[in-house]
C-alpha cells in the first residue's frame, strides 16, 4: 500500500519528472534522505518504472497524430509487438478487443511521413491490415 506521502511525491513527479529531491522535500515538508529512500523504494517495488519526456504542447500541436488500428496473425503477435515497439513514431500501444487486437498512437513530422510509417507498420510480418484515423483536433486530455 502507499502512504498519503507516497501519493503526493508519485503526483509531484508526474507534474515534473525532473523535480531535484531538495524540492520534493520541501513540498512534502520531509528531510531529503526520507525523500530519496520513499524514490528509491517505489522504483525497487516496482511502482517507479522510470522517467520520460512528455512533449509541450506547441511542438505536438505541429506533429500529425494518429490512432492505428492493427489487425495481427495470431500466431505472430508476440513478434509483430516487438517489432511495432521498434518503430520510434510509436508512441502508445494497446491490446484491445473486437475487430483489430492493437490500436497505436503514431506522431509523424508530415501527413507523407505517416503515409510512410502506415506502410512501414502495414509491411510487418505479422500485420494482417490497418486501419488509421488522423486526429484533426483535441479536445481534452487528463
Do not use: P, W
Not at 520531509?30 to 506547441?58: A, C, D
Not at 506502410?119 to 486526429?135: A, F, H, K, M
Amino acid at each position: 500500500m502507499l502512504s498519503d506521502k507516497d501519493n503526493q511525491l508519485i503526483g509531484y513527479l508526474r507534474a515534473n519528472a525532473r523535480a531535484t529531491i531538495s524540492d520534493l522535500a520541501r513540498l512534502l515538508n520531509l528531510s531529503r534522505s526520507t525523500v530519496q529512500n520513499r524514490l528509491s523504494r517505489l522504483e525497487q517495488s516496482g511502482v517507479i518504472q522510470g522517467y520520460s519526456v512528455e512533449f509541450g504542447s506547441e511542438y505536438l500541436n505541429q506533429l500529425v497524430c494518429s490512432h492505428v488500428a492493427i489487425k495481427v496473425k495470431q500466431k505472430l503477435t508476440a513478434k509483430t509487438n516487438k517489432q511495432l515497439g521498434q518503430l520510434s513514431q510509436i508512441t502508445e500501444l494497446y491490446a484491445i478487443s473486437g475487430e483489430f487486437d492493437l490500436i497505436a498512437v503514431v506522431y509523424a513530422q508530415s501527413l507523407e511521413q505517416l503515409s510512410k510509417i502506415l506502410d512501414d507498420i502495414g509491411n510487418l510480418e505479422g500485420v494482417e491490415r490497418t486501419n488509421s484515423s488522423v486526429i484533426l483536433e483535441t479536445k481534452f486530455k487528463r
